[in-house]
């Protein structure tokens, strides 16, 4: 469970215990000032060791068969990226009509902690 700290941004949940390493949990959609319609379920642990990060998701991960990769200015051209993920963007890929994002998390966990 995320044992949340006093006096920090809504979209700081808190910090956890795991494997003997504390790590900060993130809600990237609270972050983002996004809609969020129900609290996320699962908790997903990005990187390893003292570079590790947990982010709140609402469905488990799964495997997307053949994405298409997009180009940077199909990339430009799509509206539903954030400014704030814009600059750790490594790529996009379409799935199914739904626009998915390779996020170069460990720059993206540095600029969220240089927000405290």
């Excluded at 998701?57 to 051209?77: C, F, K, R, V, Y």
Aim: hydrophobic share 45%; with cysteine.
């Amino acid at each position: 469970s995320v044992c949340p700290i006093p006096n920090t941004p809504m979209w700081f949940m808190g910090m956890i215990n795991s494997r003997g390493n504390l790590l900060p949990v993130f809600d990237l959609k609270l972050l983002m000032e996004m809609e969020v319609e129900q609290a996320s379920r699962w908790l997903m642990i990005m990187g390893h060791g003292s570079n590790a990060a947990g982010l709140c998701i609402d469905t488990l991960p799964a495997n997307m068969g053949n994405p298409q990769q997009l180009g940077i200015s199909e990339i430009d051209a799509q509206t539903g990226i954030p400014a704030a993920l814009r600059p750790h963007l490594a790529g996009a890929y379409l799935h199914n009509g739904t626009l998915w994002m390779d996020i170069e998390y460990n720059k993206l966990f540095l600029d969220i902690c240089a927000r405290f």
